[in-house]
Structure formats: structure tokens, C-alpha cells
């Protein structure tokens, strides 16, 4: 299995501020690594795809870099509503694997 | 508008089958794959596998000897058979669509668009 690790875990920050997620992969995984932004009680919310590509709707505010082993997931600006937990999700194996979740909390 | 709505009973006895039903609206099911991912409460996702109405199936490693997954043309439904549950199949049960593309000779990569809203599953006598 490909292993995806997320870091931080936790972070928080305040309205307005820039923040990065990272995703590393255990093995390079090209650039087929999805990001998912999931809010409390409520299923995953597709936001890249493809590394860098951003799905439709959602705010420009949210980008992915990345390719091989370590991607980025940045978020300009930070709104209210962007306050939730952030998964990657590598789809160069059919088994596709998850990173175990980052929870961004308001500071 | 595509919408995907999960069903099936939200308690199972251990070594029981948990059988869940995902209803899609505004779109065939047979253009596309579909796959079900479930989240342990508190906890992160796991993918399950995938359907297609063509047949096809593949499946996590980790319970394929316990899952199936079907695609019922007929009434627009994917569905997940998982048998001899356990407390650690408690989960949250999602079904997604699976968006691909294909590159070289037969390679795909991938993405799950569209999620069910998840239905909760307890495993528990």
C-alpha cells in the first residue's frame, strides 16, 4: 500500500491568514493526488484533483502544488467556512489510500 | 443535478452482513464508476471499493474476502454486501462517484467527485 502522511495534524489560524498543508507520499506517486475538505458531520467535498487541478466551484482562494512524493495544499485568505479537516487521497495505485487528515481550528 | 443517497439499517449484530443500498438521481449509473469509502467514527477514510454496471470490481486488500459490490441498472443503485462484521466495520458509509482518466495502456488515475450525504452504520448486539 502507498502510505500518505499528512502534516501538520492540527493547526489553527485566523481569518485572513495563508496556511499550507502538507501530504508525502511513501512512494512517488506522479501527480495523481486528490485534496478533500470535510466540515463536521458532513461527507468530503472534492477541491483538487490531479495535484493542481481546481474543481469546479470551488474558490480560487485554494491551490495544490506538488508532483513525485510531497504536495501542498495552500489556502490564501482563510474565510469562516474554510475551518474544517483537509484529506489528500492518492489515486496512482488502485488502491487508492488517504492521508490520515489535517484539522484546521480557528485560533 | 447528480445526487447520491445512502440506505440501509444503521445497526448490525456482529457476524452479521452489512448490506447498504446507494440511490443515484440525475445521472445513469452506468456512465460512470462508483466506489464506497467509510470513516470510523472520530477517525479518517478508508476506501472500500469499486462497482461498475459493466461488472467490474475491485477492492481494498484489506476486506475483499468479506466485500461485494454491485451495480443494479434497473434502479439507478450501487450496492455493498460486507459479511461477518465486527465492531472495528462501525463506520460512516459514504458511496461517491469515481471520475477517471486514462493514460497510457490502461492506466487510470482518479477522483470522487460527488459523496453521499453517509449513512451511519453501528455493528453491536
Known amino acids: 500500500d502507498i502510505q500518505m502522511t499528512q502534516s501538520p495534524s492540527s493547526l489553527s489560524a485566523s481569518v485572513g491568514d495563508r496556511v499550507t498543508i502538507t501530504c508525502r507520499a511513501s512512494?512517488?506517486?506522479?501527480?495523481?493526488l486528490n485534496w478533500y475538505q470535510q466540515e463536521p458531520g458532513k461527507a468530503p467535498k472534492l477541491l483538487i484533483y490531479a495535484a493542481s487541478t481546481l474543481q469546479s466551484g470551488v474558490p480560487s482562494r485554494f491551490s495544490g502544488s506538488g508532483s513525485g512524493t510531497d504536495f501542498t495544499l495552500t489556502i490564501i485568505s482563510l474565510q469562516p467556512e474554510d475551518f474544517a479537516t483537509y484529506y489528500c487521497q492518492q489515486s496512482y495505485s488502485p488502491l487508492n489510500t488517504f492521508g490520515q487528515g489535517t484539522k484546521l481550528a480557528i485560533k | 443535478q447528480v445526487q447520491l443517497q445512502e440506505s440501509g439499517p444503521g445497526l448490525v449484530k456482529p457476524s452479521e452482513t452489512l448490506s447498504l443500498a446507494c440511490t443515484v438521481s440525475g445521472a445513469s449509473i452506468s456512465s460512470y464508476y462508483w466506489s464506497w469509502i467509510r470513516q470510523p467514527p472520530g477517525k479518517g477514510l478508508e476506501w472500500i471499493g469499486y462497482g461498475h454496471y459493466n461488472g467490474g470490481t475491485n477492492y481494498n486488500p484489506s476486506l475483499k474476502s468479506r466485500v461485494a459490490i454491485s451495480v443494479d441498472t434497473s434502479k439507478n443503485q450501487l450496492s455493498l454486501r460486507l459479511n461477518s462484521v465486527t465492531a472495528a466495520d462501525t463506520a460512516v458509509y459514504y458511496c461517491?462517484?469515481?471520475?477517471?482518466?486514462?493514460?497510457?495502456?490502461?492506466?487510470?488515475?482518479?477522483?470522487?467527485?460527488?459523496w453521499g450525504q453517509g449513512a451511519l452504520v453501528t455493528v453491536s448486539s
Open positions: 512512494q512517488s506517486i506522479s501527480s495523481y
Open positions: 461517491a462517484r469515481d471520475l477517471r482518466s486514462y493514460y497510457g495502456s490502461g492506466s487510470y488515475y482518479n477522483w470522487f467527485d460527488l
